[in-house]
C-alpha cells in the first residue's frame, strides 16, 4: 500500500492464493473469492478477492508475493492489477519473474480485502489457477467462494473440484463451488473443448 502507519512491521514474504507466511499467526489469509472467466480463443481472466486479518492488538504490515501459473502451456499474464478492496485506489506492485510483489496494512480488529486482476494467455485450452500453497498459513480458508465461466459455445471438459452449480448468466455457463474450513490438496485446473470438437460431458472428481 502506499501508506505505512509507525507501528510495529512484520518483514515477511506472503504468496497469496499461493500465501507463504514467513511470520504464521501475525497476518491471517482468511478467506478467498475467485471468479475464473474463459475469453476465447486462448485467455483467460482472474478476478480474486483476497482478505486478511491480524491477530495481534496492533496493526500490520507485510510485503506479499502474489505468484501466476506461469509455464510451458501458459504465459505471464498480459494484463495485471491489484487494488485496495475498500478504497477501490490502485496499488503499486513490483513485477517478478513469475509473479508480482506489493505491501498491505492490516489494522488490529479489523478486516483488509486486496483484489487481483489478471488475464493471461493459454495453449491447450486448459488453465490453472494457484491454490495448494494456501496450507503455507498452517490453517484452512474460513470460507471461498469459486467460479469459472465459460461461454455457452465452449464446453468446459474438466475441472479438478466437482461444482455445487451451474446457472446462466448472459451468454455464458458459470460453475460455483463453494468451501468452507478449506484447505486446498490441488490446484484449480480446468480444460475446455470448442463446438468443432468430439463433446464430452464435463467431468468432476469427488469432493
Known amino acids: 500500500m502506499k501508506r505505512f502507519f509507525h507501528f510495529s512491521i512484520v518483514t515477511m514474504i506472503v504468496a497469496i492464493a499461493s500465501v507463504r507466511p514467513l511470520a504464521a499467526g501475525d497476518i491471517l489469509f482468511i478467506r478467498e473469492n475467485i471468479s475464473v472467466a474463459i475469453l476465447p480463443p486462448d485467455t483467460i481472466k482472474v478476478d480474486g478477492e483476497y482478505f486478511f486479518s491480524t491477530a495481534q492488538s496492533m496493526p500490520l504490515s507485510a510485503p506479499l508475493y502474489y505468484p501466476f501459473p506461469v509455464d510451458s502451456a501458459a504465459s505471464y499474464p498480459c494484463f495485471v492489477r491489484v487494488t485496495d478492496g475498500r478504497s477501490a485506489k490502485t496499488m503499486p506492485f513490483t513485477k517478478q519473474e513469475q509473479g508480482i510483489s506489493f505491501a498491505i496494512t492490516c489494522k488490529a480488529a479489523d478486516t483488509?480485502?486486496?483484489i487481483v486482476l489478471y488475464k493471461q494467455r493459454v495453449k491447450n485450452q486448459?488453465?490453472?489457477y494457484i491454490l495448494?500453497?494456501?496450507?503455507a498459513w498452517g490453517r484452512p480458508l474460513v470460507n471461498s467462494r469459486y467460479t469459472v465461466s465459460i461461454p455457452q459455445t465452449l464446453t468446459l471438459a474438466y475441472m479438478s473440484y466437482e461444482c455445487?452449480?451451474?446457472?446462466?448468466?448472459?451468454?455464458?455457463?458459470?460453475?460455483?463451488f463453494f468451501k468452507k474450513q478449506f484447505m486446498p490438496d490441488r490446484d484449480l485446473s480446468f480444460t475446455w473443448t470448442d463446438p468443432s470438437s468430439q463433446?464430452?460431458?464435463?467431468?468432476?472428481?469427488?469432493?
Do not use: H, I, N
Request: aromatic fraction near 6%.
Open 112 to 114: 483488509t480485502e486486496v
Open 126 to 128: 486448459s488453465g490453472r
Open 132 to 135: 495448494t500453497t494456501t496450507g
Open 164 to 176: 455445487d452449480t451451474v446457472v446462466k448468466s448472459g451468454s455464458s455457463l458459470v460453475y460455483r
Open 199 to 207: 463433446l464430452q460431458p464435463a467431468a468432476f472428481p469427488k469432493k
